[in-house]
């Protein structure tokens, strides 16, 4: 009996273990990797931004960063003791957003070097932000840089120089080095791609080009408006009025039959070297109804016919009259004024 029950447990353990075997899975041969793979770009790794939510930039040393707006502007922007000035054909988008230090001790940041902007155009061209970040939560704007306590958090902004024309789709930001962690990249309307978050904020009219329906390309030309500042190479100016006279001037009285054009300026300094305002400083051009081109005559004091000349500080205000030669029978149509590389602005004198 024992012998046949010996005999039954080996023949069951000698058809398992064949069953077994056959249950084995054949897996497929794996096709060797190709010697040269295709050629592809190869994409920096790491997150699609979003206005409004938190992110963390660098391993090394980390920082928070939020992005809380970006806006466009032709106005110059200031920070600490340099200035911003767009040219003609560009424009400034400022980034406006917060840096908190995530850290378990005092952590000093320095914008120039704790982490980078750079905005790709829709040309693909790279537009990198210049001169570190300003302190917003200082009404003097100075450059940031200062040692942040543990879970403070700070509100900055940057500038990078853009061109006028059209939005920018794309902004990264990168960590201080090449390899201390991957990018972070803000698709922007009107990328189709774009979050609804992460609009800029346009430009006004009459800056706006009327053409571009995002209201982020900026005019070269620009159809001034009485009783509006805008922004020069050194000043914002505004136009207060235009008025004719026939008496004498610092030129003496006008020819026979003709008269003056007198333009009342406002002129506010914006820049940091107190440069003056003169006689030259702004390029003026009348033109009449028949295509002529009508002299300028001088700048003169706000009552006095004495030439205008004054070093202006950032933010003080210089009341001239600028004005012109207008012949018997001659008909003023427009103005344009422009400073050095500034935009030009454009009057219909009435």
């Not at 190709?34 to 660098?58: C, E, H, M, W």
């Not at 995002?214 to 020069?232: E, K």
């Not at 914002?236 to 003496?252: K, N, S």
């Not at 009508?294 to 000349?309: D, E, H």
């Amino acid at each position: 009996m024992r012998k046949c029950l010996f005999t039954i447990l080996i023949l069951s353990l000698i058809l398992c273990a064949g069953m077994s075997a056959n249950a084995v899975v054949k897996r497929k041969p794996v096709k060797p990797l190709p010697k040269k793979p295709p050629v592809a770009t190869v994409q920096l790794a790491g997150d699609n931004g979003v206005f409004g939510r938190v992110y963390s930039i660098g391993k090394a040393s980390p920082l928070y960063i939020r992005m809380k707006s970006i806006e466009y502007t032709t106005e110059q922007v200031a920070m600490g003791s340099m200035m911003f000035v767009p040219k003609s054909d560009e424009k400034l988008m400022v980034l406006h957003f917060t840096v908190q230090n995530p850290q378990k001790a005092e952590l000093f940041v320095r914008g120039d070097y704790s982490f980078r902007f750079t905005a790709v155009d829709g040309q693909n061209a790279n537009h990198d932000a210049k001169w570190g970040w300003g302190n917003e939560d200082d009404p003097l704007h100075p450059t940031f840089a200062m040692k942040m306590k543990v879970k403070q958090t700070s509100n900055v902004y940057a500038c990078i120089v853009v061109p006028a024309q059209n939005g920018v789709p794309k902004l990264m930001v990168l960590p201080p080095g090449n390899s201390d962690g991957p990018v972070l990249r803000y698709a922007l309307n009107p990328d189709p791609t774009a979050p609804v978050e992460n609009k800029p904020i346009p430009l006004q009219a009459p800056i706006a080009d009327p053409k571009d329906p995002t209201g982020y390309s900026a005019l070269d030309t620009v159809p001034g408006v009485v009783g509006a500042a805008y922004p020069y190479t050194d000043y914002d100016i505004t136009v207060q009025g235009f008025e004719y006279t026939t008496g004498a001037l610092d030129a003496g009285p006008p020819p026979a039959g003709g008269r003056y054009l007198i333009v009342t300026l406002l002129v506010k300094g914006d820049s940091f070297g107190n440069p003056m305002f003169r006689f030259d400083s702004i390029r003026y051009t009348l033109e009449s109804t028949d295509g002529e081109m009508l002299k300028y005559q001088n700048t003169l004091l706000a009552t006095a016919n004495r030439s205008a000349g004054k070093n202006l500080k950032p933010g003080e205000e210089y009341t001239v009259r600028a004005y012109f030669t207008v012949p018997k029978d001659v008909t003023p149509k427009t103005l344009t004024m422009k400073q050095g590389v500034s935009r030009t602005y454009e009057y219909a004198v009435p």
